[in-house]
């Protein structure tokens, strides 16, 4: 069974992507929402938490092996970053969201010196908006981002086409298509919904994905 798989039913299991496509969840930009994600309930269950933790190592084996230095987003990034920094014995860091307005105004806390290979660690991807701010804070601090690994993208088309456009490499252990296939399989929902859920995926300000879930 691939990583993505793994990761998909680790997810499932302690409820850090919740699939409710019958009753859906209301986002802050009032999104009808068939899916909740809460990764920070990877840190509460240290089974889960140490297999996503060993993924994230396992990934920058594979595609960074330049990385010299991680750095978290703010703030769910922090934990995932600090603990596969600790595993990989390399520095990390974290990047608020904006400056601070007291002390030294930093917004990226940590060493790092210009020329930094730098990757990026992320729990969400949808639309791309924060990680990408998080990267073009570190690129004019002069880091050189090698990219992202995220825990979970819902791979939306925005999301795709806003990395593209940055130049930016994501990596991510888990994805929607990937989620909704082995939610199917392991009865979390009805095969009848799926094709619901992906055109959420589609489309996500266009509710009409209700109308395909079967009753």
Known sequence: MNTKRLVAKELLKIGAVFLRPQEPFTWASGIKSPVYCDNRLILSAPDSRDFI?????????EHFQKGEVLMGTSTSGI?????????????????????????????????????????????????????????????SAGADVLGIISIFTYGMQKGIDALKAAKVKNISLCDFDTLVEVAVEDGYIRPEEKAGLLAFRDNPGDESWMQKMQL
């Not at 596969?84 to 520095?91: C, D, K, M, R």
């Open 53 to 61: 933790e060993n993924c994230f190592v396992d990934a920058m084996y």
């Open 79 to 139: 934990p995932h970053a600090a603990i596969v920094a600790h595993i990989l014995g390399i520095p990390m860091g974290y990047v608020r969201g904006s400056a601070k307005n007291h002390g030294r105004g930093n917004q990226i806390e940590g060493k790092l010196q210009k020329g930094d290979k730098v990757v990026v660690i992320e729990d969400l991807i949808s639309t791309a908006g924060s990680v990408l701010e998080t990267v073009e804070a570190l690129r």
